[in-house]
């Protein structure tokens, strides 16, 4: 006699159960396959790219190669290569490129001596051809020529020395306005909203905050309308601010902020459909003309707005509640900020010196500053 696999009606239920089982665990298995295959291919990516940028044992090779031929210069170039008491640590960008135009700035005599200065390594008295040739290599790049210009200014990192297009900036302590660091492969799993809200956990006490603070606010001082042209800070970011032991704001990258008469003519007459084509780095927008479908030249939102855009919810959580009120309403102020308004330079002076006047008449006496 014939017998079935599911003889009895007591054995059907256990049947589809396990049938049912098996299609679950199936469905699972390959899910959970997907998701290493992709999660392994985002991190290879990822990997990749990082070692091909970073690769600071290849740049050496290249650089002292040409030093010890003659070809560049500077006085960063025995500590690299015949002492090695110069080495590279951390990566802190893989862009493979960073070129800007020196541009039309004011007082361009007084810059030019400036930068034969700076391209007198040696401080014999003469440029070599090879400092000459790692000078203009560098003069390439936005965040040696602001370090060039503001190189006697309180938040503007050092400059240490150069070597070809290589350049060494005194070390920060801290480099990041707040947060932890993590490492990049924990980074691409992590929510940007919920990455934000971890980061204002770990963050100095309320009255060091407000000293980096003011040290942002003087920053934009700095570089608006200074001696050798005014300049725009288009990605103002945390990871870009640091601060030392002191809690002295330190610019940990300057290398999108430029000078803004490169910016006019790097935006001007582009095609847009609309605002969102406008954009240079992160926070340089401009408007979108329709009748054209060009980009214009003025940028909408001043430094001084993008700044404290960024310390709004730096310096508002924890704020002394004596002050906070008042602190919000200079915040928003300054934030409404536009380049297009009447008077906007008197009120950019006015809004930023409010500013630091309520922050420090706060803490000019706690030891905690």
Known sequence: MARSLCPGAWLRKPCYLQARFSYVRMKYLFFSWLAVFVGSWIIYVQYSTYTELCRGKDCKKIICDKYKTGVIDG????????????????????????????????????????????????????????????????????????????????????????????????????????????????ELFIPSGFRRSMDQLFTPSWPRKAKIAIGLLEFVEDVFHGPYGNFLMCDTSAKNLGYNDKYDLKMVDMRKIVPETNLKELIKDRHCESDLDCVYGTDCRTSCDQSTMKCTSEVIQPNLAKACQLLKDYLLR??????????????????????TANQMEME???????LKTLLWKKISYTNDS
């Open 348 to 354: 950019h002076s006015l809004i930023l010196n409010n």
């Open 75 to 186: 006085p960063a170039c025995n500590s690299l290569c015949v002492t090695e008491t110069l080495y590279f640590g951390k990566c802190l960008s893989t862009k493979p490129s960073n070129q800007a135009k020196l541009g039309d700035q004011g007082n361009l005599s007084e810059l030019v001596n400036l930068i034969l200065t700076v391209a007198d390594g040696d401080k014999d008295g003469q440029v070599s051809l090879g400092e000459a040739k790692s000078t203009w290599a560098l003069l390439q790049l936005n965040e040696f020529l602001l370090m060039v210009i503001l190189q006697d200014k309180e938040h503007t990192p050092k400059l240490m020395g150069f070597c070809g297009d290589l350049y060494v900036m005194e070390s920060v302590e801290y480099t990041s306005l707040y947060g932890i660091s993590l490492p990049w492969v924990i």
């Open 318 to 339: 924890g704020a002394p509640s004596e002050i906070r009120e008042e602190l919000e309403k200079q915040l928003y102020s300054c934030i409404a900020l536009k380049v």
